[in-house]
């Protein structure tokens, strides 16, 4: 296991840019670039922001390597490697730690439905096969199943490089729970509109959709909160409160797809089955956007 990681301050989960049938990578270099710029910890390339279910298994693989070769050893990047076949898992995390990755980023598996024991052998296989520590991914909203505190609990004792966990279930008090049981833990939220108030439980930074477009001031609200400055972060809160709230009008990542086309230049494909945002959802985008001065001038 890499010694030493601490996870906290903003991590960017990464849109991937598509052009045509396949990935834009230069884009996706240039989006990292722009993150490290910024002064993230770290970005997550494959996740659900990533639209990992519609990458081929090789893209999946090329992206991981792309982000880590862009970043350069910079930034963190925690891959995004789960899946709902176990052993799909271990082979792309696998992958993952041969091409430089910091972690990787393990979801709950979805659609089979799995019994709490099940979690637990499940990812306790992940960590068991690599040397990469572990990020848990709990979001029972896509994925079926609620991760509860005290399976987190029982796979910290039993897999010591499960040292993270990205917390997407809506509630803030989830954080508090897993910390009474786990206090060595880090929590990042899984929300960019709950960020600030797991903050105020005891998380350590979060996985944001919004950082594609503002990472200097996500990482910000993280700083100034964790030294100190709850009134400085709440004031950033309440600054990117309507953007949060745009970004999520509709399947997330279509409505951040179609932002970063406007701030990045980026396509805003999405792959089947998600749609293109609609027309009220572009409406209330922009109006997010041009209330920040984020949208170019024309």
């Known amino acids: 296991m890499k010694e030493g990681i601490a996870l906290r301050g903003c991590y960017t989960a990464l849109i991937t840019p598509f052009a045509g049938d396949g990935v834009d990578h230069a884009a996706l270099r240039a989006l990292v670039e722009q993150q490290v710029q910024a002064g993230v910890a770290g970005v997550v390339p494959c996740g659900t922001t990533g639209e990992s279910p519609t990458l081929s298994h090789a893209e999946h693989r090329e992206v991981i390597r792309t982000v880590v070769e862009a970043a350069q050893g910079r930034v963190q990047v925690i891959a995004g490697c789960g899946s709902n076949a176990t052993a799909e898992a271990v082979e792309l995390t696998r992958f993952a730690a041969g091409v430089g990755a910091d972690a990787t980023l393990q979801v709950v598996p979805y659609y089979n439905r799995p019994q709490q024991q099940g979690l637990v052998r499940h990812f306790r296989a992940v960590a068991?096969?690599?040397?990469?520590?572990?990020?848990?991914?709990?979001i029972p909203g896509r994925s079926g199943v609620d991760l509860l505190p005290e399976t987190v609990a029982e796979l910290v004792r039993q897999a010591p490089n499960v040292v993270a966990i990205k917390e997407a279930s809506g509630s803030p008090a989830r954080v508090a729970e897993l910390l009474a049981l786990v206090p060595e833990l880090s929590v990042l939220?899984?929300?960019?509109?709950?960020?600030?108030?797991?903050?105020?439980?005891?998380?350590?930074?979060?996985?944001?959709?919004?950082?594609?477009?503002?990472?200097?001031?996500i990482q910000?609200?993280?700083?100034?909160?964790?030294?100190?400055?709850?009134?400085?972060?709440?004031?950033?809160?309440r600054a990117l409160w309507e953007l949060f709230r745009a970004l999520f009008c509709e399947t997330n990542p279509v409505p951040v797809k179609f932002a970063c086309a406007l701030v990045h230049g980026t396509g805003e494909q999405v792959r089947l089955p998600l749609a293109p945002l609609g027309e009220p959802g572009?409406?209330?985008?922009?109006?997010?956007?041009?209330a920040l001065g984020l949208l170019p001038a024309a």
């Open 128 to 138: 068991e096969a690599s040397p990469l520590p572990v990020v848990l991914y709990n």
């Open 189 to 217: 939220s899984g929300d960019d509109a709950l960020t600030l108030p797991m903050l105020a439980l005891g998380a350590k930074g979060v996985i944001s959709v919004a950082a594609n477009l503002v990472p200097e001031r």
């Open 220 to 237: 910000r609200l993280c700083t100034l909160f964790l030294g100190g400055d709850a009134a400085g972060a709440l004031a950033e809160h």
């Open 282 to 290: 572009r409406q209330r985008v922009r109006q997010a956007l041009a």
